[in-house]
């Protein structure tokens, strides 16, 4: 099977901009998690699609916000791009998100830097 | 909410010794601690992980063991290559959903 993919692999932006960054989950998974990473706060969590809804929600403003398709492929968004916005955007996916967790496989990430 | 702490940040070792990172989690209710290893520039991947219900578990050279009642779990690598040196980081989770709480990463050097 495929590997998770993501699109763009890189982008640059200007702050007040936005920014869709997609992901294309292994075939068949359902799940998909969106994580930022950063060298001063290691890896964040974003949030958490599955089935088309959002699942899990991590500690970050309203400015990002996410979406998931029938297909699973997911994009997250952000508004209002600030500098500290730059980061590796690493996406995941895993098969069923139920009760027993599974493993995630992570995507190559989107490295968004902000001017 | 779960906050997970790993050390050392840093670790160098010679080729053929064994490494030793530990990470510490706060929510009582993960039950789901995954390794991953990231190498410059890469994904992270997965090299092992383990659940509440196990005490360790191994795979080669690599073992994972958790401690639930001091909320401690450490990845042991046995024999270390160059091709281990790389960025490793701790995770854990609670039994709904997918959200991974990531420890800050431990970089290890394996020196030939």
């Known amino acids: 099977k495929a590997g998770v993919t993501q699109t763009p692999r890189y982008l640059i932006k200007t702050r007040g901009q936005q920014v869709t960054l997609s992901c294309s989950p292994i075939s068949g998974h359902r799940s998909v998690s969106w994580y930022q990473q950063t060298p001063g706060q290691g890896l964040q969590f974003l949030f958490e699609y599955f089935s088309e809804t959002q699942r899990n929600k991590g500690n970050f403003p309203g400015r990002f916000s996410g979406r998931q398709f029938s297909n699973s492929r997911s994009e997250m968004n952000v508004s209002t791009l600030e500098l500290g916005d730059s980061a590796l955007y690493l996406c995941a996916s895993s098969e069923r998100g139920t009760a027993h967790q599974e493993t995630q496989y992570f995507g190559p990430g989107t490295r968004l830097l902000v001017l | 909410g779960e906050n997970v702490e790993q050390h050392p940040s840093t670790l160098s070792v010679q080729e053929g010794d064994s490494a030793v990172i530990k990470c510490t989690y706060s929510?009582?209710?993960?039950?789901?601690f995954p390794w991953y290893k990231q190498e410059l520039g890469k994904r992270p991947q997965l090299i092992i992980d383990?659940?509440?219900?196990?005490g360790e578990k191994k795979d080669q050279r690599i073992a994972v063991t958790l401690n639930k009642t001091a909320k401690h779990f450490s990845l042991h690598i046995t024999e270390t290559q160059p091709e281990d040196s790389a960025v490793y980081f701790c995770?854990?989770?609670?039994?709904?959903?997918?959200?991974?709480?990531f420890g800050a990463g431990t970089i290890l050097r394996v020196k030939s």
């Open positions: 929510d009582s209710a993960s039950n789901y």
């Open positions: 995770a854990a989770s609670i039994l709904l959903g997918n959200k991974l709480v």
């Open positions: 383990i659940r509440s219900n196990v």
